[in-house]
């Protein structure tokens, strides 16, 4: 399973936890540099950012994959947007936490959410 993460870098701890909720190893983190210019387009520098990445289409298609999103939401919805037309379909999540009464501010892996079959379901209730 690879990881494709733009925001902090993951533990060694977050990477166990994540393997273990998806119930197999994460084998590759493409730590991806997310820094946009507030005065451009976010839209053109979201495509920027996933050429960046260099995967084929096949790649896309084909490569199981998990996204640590951007924490700026604008930017990770233009991110998922990107993603979900190059891949044919919305990818899957992380979502991180704080770790509750840690002396030093830190996170864990709290869910992962499948988006593609989030999508399904909500077109069920329109």
Wanted: with cysteine; net charge negative.
């Amino acid at each position: 399973m690879l990881l494709l993460n733009f925001a902090h870098p993951f533990t060694e701890r977050q990477r166990a936890q994540l393997g273990a909720l998806v119930g197999t190893p994460i084998e590759n983190i493409l730590d991806i540099q997310t820094q946009f210019d507030p005065n451009e387009s976010f839209a053109a520098q979201a495509v920027a950012l996933i050429d960046s990445v260099g995967m084929s289409r096949e790649q896309w298609q084909h490569t199981p994959l998990i996204v640590n999103p951007p924490s700026l939401s604008a930017i990770a919805c233009a991110v998922i947007a990107e993603l979900h037309g190059r891949m044919g379909y919305f990818p899957t999540i992380v979502r991180l936490r704080p770790v509750p009464d840690a002396v030093v501010p830190s996170f864990e892996v709290a869910e992962v959410i499948a988006l593609n079959p989030l999508r399904e379901e909500a077109r069920r209730r329109r």
